[in-house]
């Protein structure tokens, strides 16, 4: 399909390489209409910003273990519909880390995740709400195997308040379902739209 059915202009915007500005395996693109947020999601894992002319702003680079940092981000977003644009990253670690384009992290929620739970995908929606998806499995010990598996959906606010929560799926062994391929999760026009991410039957659901 065409370009030209989504845009009528296209223009080629270079980014000002420097030593501090060096980028591979970049894995996110977004902007808030005044600065180009790139996201590397594989190491060292960094947000590098840029001003509409393709110049090097600043980059959030917060590896470590210290309060603000991170070891390892699974999603980055950008919350661009509030009084001031915040970097939110998420971590392998279920939290949600926000920053100001100075880098300074201004605010950082844990999102409490039961044992054997894991973040599957995460979005965010619109107006400070995030949508988080998990999936988790219960194990028999004495057979070693995996007896459940579940994933589910939960609306979070940005104090990490508990808006929306929805089981999506329940499947057994039996079933030979794996709920990890493919599945994706985002936003369009304050709408959630996201896979199942089930192997034989997956579908898109919309969320308003």
Same mark, same amino acid.
């Given at each position: 399909m065409p370009l030209s059915t989504y845009a009528s202009k296209i223009e080629y915007l270079p980014l000002e390489t420097n030593r501090n500005s060096v980028m591979e395996a970049v894995s996110d693109v977004d902007t808030d209409g005044e600065l180009l947020y790139t996201f590397c999601k594989y190491a060292p894992q960094k947000v590098y910003v840029f001003d509409m002319q393709g110049h090097f702003v600043n980059e959030i680079d917060k590896n470590g273990r210290g309060p603000g940092e991170y070891t390892s981000v699974l999603d980055f977003h950008l919350e661009k519909d509030l009084q001031k644009t915040y970097i939110s990253l998420v971590t392998a670690d279920a939290r949600i880390l926000s920053y100001n384009v100075d880098g300074d992290c201004v605010r950082e929620v844990n999102l409490n995740l039961p044992k054997r739970s894991r973040i599957t995908s995460s979005a965010y929606i619109s107006n400070g709400?995030? &949508?988080i998806?998990?999936?988790s499995y219960v194990i #028999?010990?004495?057979?070693?195997?995996?007896? &459940?598996?579940?994933r589910k959906l939960t609306i979070? #606010?940005?104090?990490?308040? %508990? %808006?929306?929560?929805?089981? %999506? &799926?329940?499947?057994k062994p039996t079933h030979k379902e794996y709920y990890d391929r493919g599945h994706f999760a985002y936003s369009y026009n304050g709408n959630l739209r996201m896979s199942t991410g089930m192997e034989s039957r997956d579908s898109l659901m919309v969320f308003n």
């Open positions: 709400r995030y &949508a998806v998990t999936t #028999d010990r004495e057979k070693r195997q995996t007896i &459940a598996d579940s979070i #606010d940005t104090t990490g308040k %508990l %808006l929306y929560e929805k089981v %999506l &799926a329940i499947s």
